[in-house]
RNA sequence: GGCCCGUUGGUCAAGCGGCUAAGACAUCGCCCUCUCACGGCGAAAACGGGAGUUCGAUUCUCCCACGGGUCACCA
């Protein structure tokens, strides 16, 4: 068979040639060392925790090697884009600190000099290779309808044969010419496959970065390289833009392992180099006491965006995700508790191999470790601007009372030992939600086992001994001097040596304050919270609940 | 089912032929303490099983079990 007439037949609009390709784009001038990654998702509207630790990887991997961090954009299956899936995919790294140093941008522009970086748009570049393997053979068309293929495969499982198109059920492999015109005349669609010289009786050793060194074997399968729009499969994009884009290093999720052979196959078929492979492990989850990959469907907390819902610092991902990425991060962290995440040397020689399982303890540790190393103006900062988005009233709110979130916030903040309160920002509003009167109420109850007479006591006596003059010391002093007065021990110390010569100590008194004041039976300090309040709100309180008894 | 990958405490994990098998999170106890949070000290908690190689295996090899992944004109 003449297969340039064969080539010209299948694709008679194309009239560019690989080495026009090459001459396109050249060569990247990068120095030694440097590698260049891509983070190249489907725009379907969701980006997933999985997705997420694929770009830190690539992001990091790029830009502590002084090469290229490129967005590409995987949307050859129209019926999975989604419009804004682009902007979405932008947006969402950006707010967590990944940036792009070229690829696709938004408004379905490009920013760099290897695209169009979305695939829809590179139609012309696959065929021009497509139409090159058809020439020297490689690749053929085949006429298969879907419901063939399936008929194929369920009489391949009947006969517990691998199922897939090859060996004698690659029907159109070496189908005359004649046969192809008569159903290109009669136009029916084909789709190109690539003509495999593999067999599953070669086994060869192959070098993953992550992996080390795994079993393959080759690939006997005819696979589609070109769908019947013309638009390629992931496989054969792939291979033609990592080359053409100058991709040193592939980070992909390990499911890409069963397909590698065939990777290997097209590289060497275009006469590409082969670019360093990455295989990550898989963020897993716990499903009925199973492990199991996370889902973009079943899982919508792995989606990227529901951590900033829940108010989560942007920060706070990254940071946890690098503890799974890289084994040695978190020793490295407790070192350099503030140094920018930029510092840490990451390497693929410490990633994992297994899959790791999400642990929501460790985020929500993490953040507040993030959170209490914040200043004041900081988290007011980020609260607002969380509330802004997911809870408008607590929003207005906090811009009214700059100062008293601002104050509250302070306390027990700076220093060695901060307060580890906050690990997301809709915690904030019950955590100091009391300072409003409209979000004030009393939530805990104090136990039974105290006297109602000594509580209304304590509480009036109280009323009459509080001044706003006094210093931390001294408003102490007199709360230990209340308890004397009721009964109760001024210092815990006291009552726990002899707990039967008092109704209580001194924190008992406090609590009674403390659930007057703030609705709950634990607070930050209670001297500062009741200066923010100032007397008259404080009084009012009290009174307010003494009544109640 | 075929093929591929994996398996150290509840979770994340160090380890790379000889260790009382790190550390972090979570849990529990004690201390500090007006509550909480912080911090300090401590406890409990692991090499999936079986062969082999070796003077010696968590570490190397094989088998098994279990877990995961993958078998599309989806990526």
């Given at each position: 068979m003449d297969n340039n007439y064969l080539a010209d037949l299948l694709y008679p609009n194309i009239h560019t040639l690989p080495e026009d390709m090459e001459a396109r784009y050249p060569k990247r001038q990068l120095p030694e060392g440097a590698k260049v990654t891509r983070f190249a998702p489907s725009p379907t509207g969701f980006l997933h925790l999985g997705n997420l630790y694929g770009a830190f990887t690539d992001e990091r991997l790029a830009h502590t090697s002084g090469g290229v961090f490129y967005l590409r954009i995987e949307d050859t299956d129209a019926k999975r884009t989604v419009p804004n899936g682009v902007e979405l995919i932008i947006d969402t790294l950006a707010k967590l600190g990944v940036n792009f140093d070229e690829g696709a941008i938004k408004n379905g522009e490009d920013k760099g000099a290897y695209g169009p970086y979305r695939q829809s748009e590179r139609a012309e570049i696959y065929q021009t290779y497509a139409k090159q393997l058809i020439r020297e053979g490689k690749a053929y068309p085949c006429f298969c309808t879907e419901e063939e293929i399936a008929a194929m495969r369920e009489k391949q499982e009947a006969l517990k044969l691998t199922p897939?198109?090859?060996?004698?059920?690659?029907?159109?492999?070496?189908?005359p010419i004649e046969k192809i015109e008569e159903k290109l005349n009669a136009g029916v669609p084909f789709v190109l496959r690539f003509r495999s010289e593999g067999s599953i009786e070669n086994k060869m050793k192959f070098n993953d970065q992550i992996k080390g060194e795994i079993n393959v074997t080759e690939n006997d399968i005819d696979h589609v390289i070109l769908k019947s729009d013309g638009i390629p499969t992931y496989h054969f994009a792939h291979a033609v833009d990592d080359h053409l884009m100058g991709t040193t290093h592939v980070v992909r999720d390990e499911s890409w392992l069963s397909t590698l052979p065939f990777h290997i196959q097209l590289f060497k078929a275009l006469g590409f180099k082969l670019p360093k492979y990455c295989h990550t492990a898989q963020v897993m989850k716990l499903d009925n006491g199973n492990k199991r990959k996370i889902s973009k469907r079943k899982d919508p907390e792995f989606a990227a965006t529901f951590y900033h819902e829940q108010g989560y610092p942007a920060a706070v991902t990254r940071e946890y995700l690098i503890t799974l990425l890289n084994s040695n991060f978190e020793e490295w962290r407790i070192a350099n508790p503030t140094a920018p995440i930029e510092d840490f040397k990451f390497t693929t020689k410490k990633m994992s191999v297994s899959g790791s399982l999400f642990d929501m303890d460790k985020l929500n540790d993490i953040s507040k470790n993030v959170i209490s190393r914040m200043t004041a103006e900081e988290v007011y900062e980020n609260v607002l601007a969380w509330a802004k988005d997911f809870d408008a009233d607590f929003a207005d709110k906090l811009t009214v009372d700059a100062d008293m979130a601002i104050a509250a916030l302070s306390i027990g903040r700076g220093g060695a030992k901060p307060r580890k309160d906050i690990a997301r920002w809709n915690e904030v509003q019950s955590y100091m939600g009391f300072l409003w009167d409209e979000y004030f109420s009393i939530i805990d109850e104090i136990p039974d086992k105290f006297d109602k007479a000594d509580i209304k006591a304590a509480l009036n006596k109280y009323l009459e001994i509080y001044s706003e003059e006094d210093d931390q010391i001294s408003w102490f002093d007199k709360i230990k001097a209340l308890a004397s007065e009721l009964g109760y021990a001024p210092e815990t110390k006291l009552y726990k040596k002899n707990p039967e010569e008092y109704k209580g100590h001194v924190g008992d008194i406090s609590m009674f304050l403390r659930i007057a004041v703030t609705g709950k039976a634990s607070s930050p300090d209670m001297y500062e919270i009741m200066r923010i309040l100032g007397a008259d709100r404080v009084k009012a309180r009290i009174t307010a609940y003494a009544e109640t008894i």
């Open positions: 897939g198109y090859y060996g004698e059920y690659a029907v159109w492999r070496d189908a």
